[in-house]
Every structure is written in structure tokens, then in C-alpha cells.
């Protein structure tokens, strides 16, 4: 990893320590001014090597993220795209969120590496051609499942699939997309305690 794409990811920690810090004094997620969400709510760096790590197994990797935030996950990402001659896909609900993640990845020289796309994970998903070989699942937990159905039919063998914020106690949308994804055909899937828990799922159909 060159300096550049470090300095930017060190520029996230400070405010990945600073959000921490925050909520812990303000537990209320308050939106900005403007009706913005303030909160980055990024995987942290653990689960950023790991993403790394895991995309850079892979040869020209067509990579998709749903659920681009500020983008944290999208410069690890990246950087693996980069160094593997593969591309990333990003998919935000929210256009400020997706121009800052835009913003960063050019400071950190992996824009052209990065397809950021805006609006509904559902319909952006359904108009991507087949070929996925990573994913990454970090958008609200409910639509976990639903995502699943989308992308699994486009999977080349041999990919990827990691969902993040898994060990959620009660919360009905990771259990059905924890059901879900051991129930497919073709998938391994394992629970690993990193970060706030990810499922990490390989399709071998």
C-alpha cells in the first residue's frame, strides 16, 4: 500500500476515533443542520485489511459495494482493485455521502478504479451485467436479504461474499440473511468475530 492511499485511510481513523468518541458522550444519533447523517459508521480498519486481504486472492476482480458511506471500505476495496487489475462497483442511497467517498478516492489515486453509483441498491443491482466476483454487505440489515436475491444469480464462481455488522443480537434482518446464505446452493459461509462480526461466504456452485 503506497503512501498516499495510507495517509488517507490514517485522515478516516481520526475521524473513525472522533465519531467513537462522540457517541459515546451523545449516544443520539442527531442528523446534521442540513437533515444529513453525520455518522460514518465505517467497518474499521480489522475488517478493512480483512476486506483487502480477501479481494487481492482474486484476479481482475469485479468488486461491489452496497452501501458506499463516507468511503471507508470502498478505499481498501480499491486498493485491491488496483493492485489486482480489477474495478469496483459502489452503490450509496445518498449523493453527499457518495461525492465525499468520491472526493477521498481521488485524494487517495483510486477514482478510476471506482464506478460510484447512486440510488436504490435494489434497481442498480438488477442493472448490473453478470460477472460479481466480491461483495460487500454494509447498508441497512433489513435489506441484507433482498440483496442477496439480487446479486446471487450474477456470481462467477469463486466469489466472494462478506456482510458486516453480523453479530447483532435479535435483529431480524441479519437473522434471515444469516439463514439465507446458508441455505443457497454452492455457498461455505462462516461467522468470524472481526470488528462488529462478518459473515464471510464463498459461492463454489
Not at 444519533?29 to 444529513?36: I, R, W
Not at 471500505?73 to 469496483?88: D, F, M, P, Q, T
Request: charged fraction near 25%.
Amino acid at each position: 500500500m503506497d503512501d498516499t492511499v495510507a495517509a488517507v485511510l490514517a485522515t478516516y481513523h481520526e475521524r473513525i476515533e472522533h465519531e467513537r468518541a462522540l457517541r459515546r458522550e451523545n449516544p443520539i444519533k442527531s442528523p446534521l443542520p442540513n437533515g444529513q447523517d453525520p455518522w460514518m459508521r465505517a467497518v474499521g480498519p480489522a475488517t478493512g485489511q480483512l476486506l483487502n486481504i480477501l479481494a487481492r486472492s482474486l484476479e481482475r476482480p469485479h468488486i461491489l459495494e452496497i452501501g458506499t458511506s463516507y468511503g471507508y471500505s470502498g478505499i481498501w476495496l480499491a486498493e485491491a482493485a488496483r493492485a489486482r487489475e480489477g474495478r469496483v462497483t459502489t452503490m450509496e442511497m445518498y449523493d453527499y455521502k457518495s461525492a465525499h467517498a468520491k472526493d477521498m478516492a481521488t485524494r487517495a489515486g483510486l477514482a478510476d478504479w471506482v464506478d460510484f453509483q447512486v440510488g436504490d441498491a435494489l434497481a442498480l443491482i438488477a442493472a448490473l451485467p453478470h460477472g460479481i466476483d466480491f461483495v460487500l454487505l454494509d447498508l441497512w440489515k433489513d435489506l441484507y436479504e433482498p440483496c442477496l436475491e439480487a446479486f446471487y444469480p450474477k456470481l462467477n464462481p469463486g466469489a466472494i461474499i462478506v456482510a458486516d455488522n453480523m453479530i447483532r443480537p435479535g435483529d431480524e434482518g441479519i437473522v434471515r440473511y444469516s439463514r439465507a446464505i446458508r441455505s443457497k446452493p454452492g455457498v461455505r459461509s462462516l461467522l468470524l468475530p472481526v470488528g462488529s462480526g462478518i459473515e464471510v461466504s464463498r459461492y463454489e456452485p
